[in-house]
């Protein structure tokens, strides 16, 4: 059974830890801002490394072919003035032409995608875990980041989120993790 103190410290503790995480930066201790964001995740993402476009036009083997070449399993579809009309992904591509018999190099990639009008998007400020609560509801596995202008500027995947809220994690603990062992929870355990 535990103490008082320590049902009155513990919830304390992980409400601080919710809040603030700590890095060095020369020597000195200084809080994080508060909570991940999209842009963060995308730019650990192997989309921001990538074109992550196809033109709607364009026959579903080029689609095919990104996804091939870059191991990805969705890219954001543009119109012939380059902007965002809707996403492609690897599942448009087994259920709308494998298994009904097409052939990729014959249907044009705006007849199997999913149109901007139904599209599930967020903004680059929103945070991590707002992006995987979208996800989530609507069982999507990518999630389109538009600007205020409705220019498409990024793609996450849910494991590119995954990874962030991750080391999110694994930081907090570590601080933590440091500070009960009389390390001082800003100095870190490298």
Same mark, same amino acid.
């Given at each position: 059974?535990?103490?008082?103190?320590?049902?009155?410290?513990?919830?304390?503790?992980?409400?601080?830890?919710?809040?603030?995480?700590?890095?060095?930066?020369?020597?000195?201790?200084?809080?994080?801002?508060?909570?991940?964001? /999209?842009?963060?995740?995308?730019?650990?993402?192997?989309?921001?490394?990538?074109?992550?476009?196809?033109?709607? &036009?364009?026959?579903?083997?080029?689609?095919?072919?990104?996804? /091939?070449?870059?191991?990805?399993?969705?890219?954001?579809?543009? &119109?012939?003035?380059?902007?965002?009309?809707?996403?492609?992904?690897?599942?448009?591509?087994?259920?709308?032409?494998?298994?009904?018999?097409?052939?990729?190099?014959?249907?044009?990639?705006?007849?199997?995608?999913?149109?901007?009008?139904?599209?599930?998007?967020?903004?680059?400020?929103?945070?991590?875990?707002?992006?995987?609560?979208?996800?989530?509801?609507?069982?999507?596995?990518?999630?389109?980041?538009?600007?205020?202008?409705?220019?498409?500027?990024?793609?996450?995947?849910?494991?590119?989120?995954?990874?962030?809220?991750?080391?999110?994690?694994?930081?907090?603990?570590?601080?933590?993790?440091?500070?009960?062992?009389?390390?001082?929870?800003?100095?870190?355990?490298?």
């Amino acid at each position: 059974m535990l103490s008082l103190a320590s049902r009155v410290a513990r919830p304390i503790a992980t409400q601080a830890a919710r809040r603030h995480q700590f890095q060095l930066t020369a020597g000195f201790a200084q809080t994080v801002k508060e909570g991940l964001t /999209a842009t963060d995740a995308w730019n650990k993402s192997c989309y921001s490394e990538m074109d992550y476009t196809v033109n709607e &036009d364009d026959p579903v083997f080029a689609a095919v072919q990104k996804f /091939a070449a870059y191991n990805i399993g969705c890219l954001v579809t543009v &119109d012939s003035a380059g902007k965002i009309s809707g996403v492609v992904s690897e599942r448009d591509y087994v259920c709308k032409i494998a298994l009904l018999g097409k052939t990729s190099k014959d249907v044009a990639i705006k007849e199997i995608s999913t149109k901007s009008a139904n599209l599930i998007t967020a903004s680059p400020g929103e945070t991590v875990s707002d992006c995987m609560a979208k996800m989530l509801m609507k069982d999507i596995r990518h999630l389109p980041l538009l600007d205020e202008s409705g220019g498409v500027v990024g793609i996450v995947s849910i494991k590119d989120l995954v990874k962030s809220e991750l080391k999110e994690k694994e930081d907090a603990i570590r601080t933590l993790s440091d500070f009960a062992l009389g390390k001082g929870g800003h100095f870190g355990s490298d």
